[in-house]
């Protein structure tokens, strides 16, 4: 699917990213990057005598490529305004190296801008997902869209 506008998209709306494999290299510099080198993640040593058994990625991590499937689906190519925040984001799983995640989204609701009529506001329900179909993590995230010019 190309870009699609405010006006194009329906409260129940659902879409599937393709998927990504984490890799080390991300957990390395998302590391470098955040300043985040909690053993948890850099250290195969610290990490094996863990709940986890092994390294994870760093949350924030998970967030920030769920982001970005997300806009692999091509929906927001020109039609994103702005990111306006997340509520209710919980880390359900860990994800580890190796993981192919995707994102699946849905639209939840939609609120028309009264003072500005060329814009809308959409909340999307994001789930993140490991090839098991594990929910790594989910939450809302709210993105301000475009109006179709010709609808306004």
Same mark, same amino acid.
């Given at each position: 699917?190309?870009?699609?506008?405010?006006?194009?998209?329906? #409260?129940?709306?659902?879409?599937v990213s393709?998927?990504?494999?984490?890799? @080390?290299?991300?957990? #390395?510099?998302?590391?470098?990057?955040?300043?985040?080198?909690?053993?948890?993640?850099?250290?195969?040593?610290?990490? +094996?005598? =863990?709940?986890?058994?092994?390294?994870?990625?760093?949350?924030?991590?998970?967030? %920030? *490529?769920?982001?970005?499937?997300?806009?692999?689906?091509? *929906?927001?190519?020109?039609?994103?305004?702005?990111?306006?925040?997340? +509520?209710?984001?919980?880390?359900?799983?860990? *994800?580890?190296?190796?993981?192919? *995640?995707?994102?699946?989204?849905? /639209? %939840?609701? +939609? /609120? @028309?801008?009264?003072?500005? +009529?060329?814009?809308? &506001?959409?909340?999307?329900? #994001?789930?993140?997902?490991? $090839?098991?179909?594990?929910? =790594?993590q989910e939450?809302?995230? /709210? &993105?301000?869209?475009?109006?179709?010019? $010709?609808?306004?």
């Amino acid at each position: 699917m190309g870009a699609a506008y405010f006006d194009d998209l329906h #409260v129940g709306d659902e879409f599937v990213s393709p998927t990504r494999t984490i890799t @080390e290299t991300d957990i #390395v510099v998302f590391s470098t990057m955040s300043g985040d080198m909690n053993p948890l993640h850099t250290s195969e040593a610290f990490a +094996k005598e =863990t709940i986890f058994g092994q390294r994870i990625a760093q949350g924030l991590l998970g967030i %920030s *490529i769920c982001h970005g499937l997300m806009t692999r689906v091509g *929906i927001f190519d020109g039609s994103a305004l702005a990111f306006l925040g997340i +509520k209710n984001w919980d880390f359900k799983a860990p *994800i580890f190296i190796g993981d192919d *995640i995707h994102a699946k989204f849905t /639209i %939840s609701m +939609k /609120i @028309e801008s009264k003072t500005k +009529k060329d814009r809308g &506001i959409i909340h999307f329900f #994001v789930q993140l997902l490991n $090839e098991n179909g594990t929910i =790594t993590q989910e939450g809302t995230k /709210i &993105i301000m869209m475009k109006r179709n010019k $010709e609808t306004i």
